[in-house]
């Protein structure tokens, strides 16, 4: 089993910063990507960045600027956001897509989200 925990979650200030990690325990042959998603009060979970094995990143195209997402070490990953909104307050999740095994196929798992809440 794999289990991903979030911290770094809480209040901050519009404008302010936060910086989210993500850390991954268990057994894993290898990482395809790593990601964080948001979920917002009466939405659907949203994609929100996605880092590769290789570096490679993509952010979601309304976040471009102001996020940043990294990896810290083969199973812990960052999300720095800077110049926050109220409209940014959600539940954010990571993500991790792995191999468990040389054979097996690959899967997918979450974090239980952290909340941000940007307000004055």
């Known amino acids: 089993q794999v289990h991903l925990v979030e911290s770094g979650g809480g209040w901050v200030q519009p404008g302010g910063s936060r910086r989210l990690s993500c850390a991954a325990s268990?057994?894993?042959?290898?990482?395809?990507?790593m990601a964080w998603y948001r979920q917002a009060p009466g939405e659907q979970r949203k994609f929100v960045a996605v880092i590769s094995t290789n570096g490679d990143t993509n952010i979601s195209g309304s976040l471009k600027g102001r996020f940043a997402i990294s990896r810290d070490n083969a199973k812990m990953w960052s999300l720095q956001m800077n110049d926050l909104a109220p409209e940014d307050t959600a539940v954010y999740f990571c993500?991790?897509?792995?191999?468990?095994?040389?054979?097996?196929?690959?899967?997918?798992?979450w974090g239980q989200g952290i909340q941000v809440t940007v307000s004055s």
């Open positions: 993500n991790i897509a792995l191999l468990r095994a040389p054979d097996s196929d690959y899967e997918n798992y």
């Open positions: 268990g057994s894993i042959f290898r990482v395809n990507a």
